[in-house]
């Protein structure tokens, strides 16, 4: 740990979310290296006063605290693992936060081969988006050991407004993920379908839109998403592709544990066409345009 006190932390992955996550542990004044496979995030990074690594394993070298924020327990495994990973180098007693949405069988083998080396792993997925990850206002679903908490500490400190601390051992905050990824996707899903129905219906979308946000039927979702559809704008926050994964993964838990999952099936379903239409990488909300052309209703700025 440097002079200062305050520990040194890398940052894998400068998406939206991890250049915010980044932003805001710099901003909580904590020494922090980015590492990408864009050079261009990683410039973008060092030009606003951080320090820029080329590999996974130059950021760790020196690091308390290394925080992925990747997409998958692929590309969890390889930074860890992989050639050029964050093992080769991080130190004995660093602590390895994890944010990826996983399997949590995934999340618990991975955390064993961490720490039987030594290190800590923290089982810490996010929510919140962009947005409140640049604002230090994230929510993280986060489990491990007792050591692997008081070690990252500073880091979830500056990252969230929300801390959950749900268990001794990773695995636990995977679960409680894919329980809100379960419900957000179905939400996301229904939302779409609603908007979409009331356009076939020739109703007025925005007047719509005030009337359910008032209304028993409202949904985060519905209220977050449905003016991507009003302003015909699909530029991803969060994209289709998100969707198809995390259902995906839903679904092999649940025949995992024979454990009926159809409202979650359903929604899979309805973003895999999406993907398939070619919407795989535009905003989520992209679910209303699959609707709407299967069952012959007009959104704003779609062909009619």
């Given at each position: ?62 690091a308390d605290i290394v925080v992925s924020v990747v997409v998958n327990a692929a590309q969890t495994e390889t930074i860890l693992f992989g050639k050029d990973g964050v093992a080769e180098t991080l ?82 905050g995977a679960a409680f993920k894919m329980i809100n990824q379960l419900l957000a996707g179905v939400h996301i899903a229904a939302a779409s379908e609603a ?110």
């Open positions: 740990m440097p002079q200062s006190g305050k520990p040194v932390v890398a940052v894998i992955g400068l998406g939206s979310m991890g250049f915010g996550m980044a932003t805001s542990l710099r901003r909580a004044g904590l020494a922090v290296t980015g590492c990408d496979v864009s050079a261009d995030s990683v410039a973008r990074f060092v030009a606003e006063g951080g320090k820029g690594a080329r590999t996974p394993s130059e950021a760790a070298r020196g130190a004995e007693g660093a602590v390895f936060i994890s944010s990826a949405t996983m399997d949590p069988e995934i999340a618990r083998r991975l955390a064993a081969q961490l720490e039987a080396s030594g290190r800590h792993y923290l089982d810490a997925p996010i929510s919140g988006g962009a947005q409140r990850a640049a604002q230090g206002e994230l929510t993280i679903l986060a489990s491990g050991s007792a050591a692997a908490f008081a070690g990252a500490r500073p880091a979830l400190d500056a990252m969230a407004a929300k801390l959950y601390e749900l268990g001794d051992a990773a695995g636990q908007i979409s129905f009331a356009a076939k219906q020739g109703l007025d979308l925005r007047k719509v839109y005030e009337v359910i946000t008032a209304s028993a039927g409202n949904s985060w979702m519905f209220e977050n998403r449905m003016p991507h559809v009003l302003d015909a704008d699909y530029a991803p926050r969060s994209a289709v592709e998100i969707f198809v994964k995390d259902l995906g993964i839903i679904q092999d838990m649940a025949r995992g544990a024979k454990f009926p999952v159809p409202m979650a099936a359903a929604a899979l379903q309805m973003f895999l066409m999406t993907a398939a239409c070619g919407m795989g990488r535009d905003d989520d909300a992209s679910v209303a345009r699959l609707y709407a052309r299967v069952g012959g209703a007009h959104l704003p700025g779609e062909p009619k």
